[in-house]
Every structure is written in C-alpha cells, then in structure tokens.
C-alpha cells in the first residue's frame, strides 16, 4: 500500500544540525521529494532524490535514502531560525504519472 | 520565469454552493496535478492531467472535477460544497507526467460556511 509515516516535531538549537526522517511502505518509488511550507504558503521543493541513489547533497541539505529499509532523511546543517517550517516528505509511485503521497509533515521549531 | 499561479487565493462560500478555482502552471510545463490539505487529513491528491486528459484521479466524490485546457491552464470545480471541503487546495505542475520536479502554487483557501 502507499504510505508515507513521518514524526510530528522536531526542536534544535540555532546553528546545530537538523535530522528529520521519513519512512514509505511503496517499494516501486521513482523520486522522493522534501517539501517546506511556510505560514500559510504553498509547497517549496527544497530538493529530491531518485530512488536508485543513496545520497544527495546540496549546500545545506544533504539526503540520506535507505531503499532496503525504506527509510529517507534529511539534514540540515547549520539551522538557522528562517529554517522553521513544516517539512514534508513525498514521494511518487511508478506508472501513476504526477501523483505524490505525502507524509503528515514534521514541524520544525529552531530556537536562538 | 514566473512561477505556478492560482486564483483566487482565498473563497469564502456557503453550504451547497459551488465553487471553481484555477491554476496556471510555470510556462513549459503541461502536466497540472490538484492536492487539498486539512490539519486532519494532511495532504490528498485530487487529479493529474496532462495535455488535456485525466491521467490520474484520487479518492474524492465525484463533486470533485476538474479539467485542463489546451495552453495547460487547469481549473478544479467543486460542486455541492460541504463544511468539511473547506481546506488549502494547491495545484502543482511539471514538464511532463513523472517528472522529477514539480513546483506548487501559493494556493487557494476555501471557507465552506
């Protein structure tokens, strides 16, 4: 079945890493996606990763993707206060065109 | 380039009436995908088209359509309006179906009262 299982909150300290973690049941994911909303904004797509790599890196945010476990990360180096947000995780299913499934998306709470 | 555009961006409508909202995708981009999300569902996908035709659909009432014309600018109608359809609707696009990028609106509010 499609589901994707994220944990509700995260709290760090300015300056320290952030690690927020996703898990999907679908083993036919093609991309999986990390999504950033704002305050009554829509989607920003910070970045992605296609399901037969590993690892991808860009400035602040690196994504770490386990297929055997089906488990992704993301991390955000150096957090900064304007990096409060509600983050989600998505991924898209072969063969089923622009549809994505969603994680319930983790809050990110950045503290001076 | 500018990027996805949806109007308008907040509704406010009454019980049973019906509403229309519209998206325009990033220029390029043919493939307009429709999501809505509420603080108790999350983010549901509603459809996909591409070219003019449904590629996709998700599991809402059939008072959910939608369609696309052929410079790929989408609308999505609801009709009948319930209380619980008040929500963020957000319409995203991308070059083409299954792509690696797709790029989302601003979105449209709806208060169903």
């Known amino acids: 079945g499609e589901d994707v299982e994220q944990s509700l909150f995260l709290s760090v300290r300015e300056g320290d890493s952030s690690v927020i973690n996703c898990t999907y049941t679908?083993?036919?994911?093609?991309?999986l996606y990390w999504y950033k909303q704002e305050p009554g904004a829509g989607l920003q797509l910070l970045t992605y990763?296609?399901?037969?790599?590993d690892m991808k890196q860009d400035q602040r945010l690196t994504v770490l993707l386990n297929k055997k476990d089906k488990h992704l990360s993301l991390r955000i180096a150096d957090t900064q206060t304007g990096d409060s947000a509600i983050y989600f995780c998505?991924?898209?299913?072969?063969?089923?065109?622009?549809?994505?499934?969603f994680g319930q998306g983790t809050e990110l709470s950045v503290k001076p | 380039k500018a990027g996805v555009t949806q109007t308008p961006r907040y509704l406010i409508k009454t019980r049973g009436q019906q509403v229309t909202l519209s998206c325009s995708p990033i220029?390029?981009?043919?493939?307009v995908s429709w999501y809505q999300q509420t603080p108790g569902q999350g983010l549901q996908f509603l459809f996909e088209?591409?070219?003019?035709?449904?590629?996709n659909k998700g599991n809402f009432p059939g008072r959910f359509s939608g369609r696309q014309f052929s410079n790929s600018r989408s609308e999505m109608n609801v009709s009948t309006l319930e209380l619980g359809d008040s929500a963020l609707y957000l319409c995203?696009?991308?070059?083409?179906?299954?792509?690696?990028?797709?790029?989302f609106g601003p979105g449209t509010r709806l208060l169903v009262l």
């Open positions: 088209y591409f070219s003019e035709t449904q590629r």
């Open positions: 995203a696009s991308s070059f083409l179906a299954n792509q690696e990028t797709q790029y």
């Open positions: 998505a991924e898209s299913i072969d063969n089923q065109g622009g549809k994505l499934i």
């Open positions: 679908d083993s036919s994911s093609t991309y």
């Open positions: 990763i296609f399901s037969n790599m």
């Open positions: 220029s390029g981009h043919r493939s």
